[in-house]
């Protein structure tokens, strides 16, 4: 018998021209209450994860993969009209376009009880994926629902989504424009969409009980 752990928030991620990914992950809910954390790829491939907890590290690091942790606050909120995200170290700016865009607008038209339904989400990685993929700019990478590091079946529940421009600093280097990824970032199993994205999220994760 297994269960099923909620983690319910919002994504943030880009890719810069300097070879860069960045995906911030705010949790408004989960088992570990509201938290923040960053998953970092480097140009030579190298995958970070910055976690503000012992229990939050080892999860994610349970299920997700990395070359390397760090330990750090990791803030996100807003700035005036603009979303950030800050670290040690780290700092990401995100303007959001307003109003939906054409992807915003399709995801809307499900009825809200059916996304986080486990059958219903792997309905739409089968049928529909490979039909907004394109639009995402992710290609093949980008799935609802996969097996995480430790095994364990792993589905995504897509609320909303918001395009955005993003900039970036990593110990004071500016990582320039936002630009579609080279490589996959490979930390789990979706990709981030290819643009700068701002993602309504509930991400479900079995479990042994």
Do not use: N
């Amino acid at each position: 018998m297994t269960d099923v752990i909620r983690f319910d928030g919002w994504i943030l991620g880009a890719s810069f021209a300097s070879g860069h990914t960045l995906v911030v992950g705010k949790w408004r809910e989960s088992p570990f209450g509201s938290f923040a954390d960053i998953m970092r790829k480097d140009p030579d491939g190298m995958r970070t994860l910055v976690a503000p907890s012992d229990e939050v590290e080892r999860f994610v690091t349970a299920h997700y993969r990395f070359d390397a942790t760090a330990r750090s606050d990791v803030r996100v909120g807003r700035e005036g009209e603009r979303l950030v995200a800050r670290a040690e170290g780290l700092d990401l700016e995100f303007d959001v376009e307003p109003g939906p865009s054409l992807v915003s607008t399709m995801l809307r038209l499900r009825p809200r009880f059916l996304r986080t339904l486990p059958a219903w989400i792997a309905v739409e990685d089968a049928v529909f994926r490979p039909l907004v993929a394109p639009l995402l700019g992710g290609g093949g990478g980008i799935h609802a629902r996969g097996v995480t590091r430790q095994g364990a079946r792993q589905w995504y529940a897509i609320h909303d989504l918001r395009w955005a421009r993003a900039r970036a600093r990593v110990d004071g280097l500016d990582l320039g424009e936002a630009v579609p990824p080279t490589s996959p970032a490979g930390f789990g199993a979706s990709e981030f969409p290819g643009r700068p994205a701002l993602v309504r999220v509930t991400s479900l994760i079995e479990t042994e009980p």
